[in-house]
């Protein structure tokens, strides 16, 4: 069974920065894409940013210029580095990996993200 751990969430103030850690229990070469969504209360779960194999990146409008995402394949990890933290950016964030065969997918747990005004 293939696992997704989130950690890195915290209560940050406007402005702040976070970086979220997403780490796989197998190889992330494995992975056709692996991504960041977030969800707030009352709200449908969106994309936040998402890297593919070959190492394109794509990202929402609402955080291109403040959050970047990247990977450490030595690590099975991929990271959501998020600066000029605003209150709306509040959520829980969720890592995403996509196999390769259609269909098949995981999820991490979530990880909480409060940005306080």
């Known amino acids: 069974q293939v696992q997704l751990v989130e950690s890195g969430g915290d209560l940050v103030q406007w402005g702040g920065s976070l970086r979220l850690s997403c780490t796989a229990s197998i190889d992330i070469a494995r992975f056709k894409t692996m991504a960041w969504y977030r969800q707030a209360p009352g709200n449908e779960r969106e994309l936040v940013a998402e890297v593919t194999y070959g190492g394109n990146t794509n990202y929402a409008e609402f955080v291109k210029g403040r959050f970047t995402i990247s990977t450490d394949s030595a690590k099975d990890t991929v990271y959501l580095q998020m600066n000029s933290l605003k209150p709306e950016d509040t959520a829980t964030y969720y890592c995403?990996?996509?196999?390769?065969?259609?269909?098949?997918?995981?999820w991490g747990q979530g990880t909480q993200v409060t940005v306080s005004s």
């Open positions: 995403k990996a996509d196999g390769f065969l259609r269909g098949i997918e995981f």
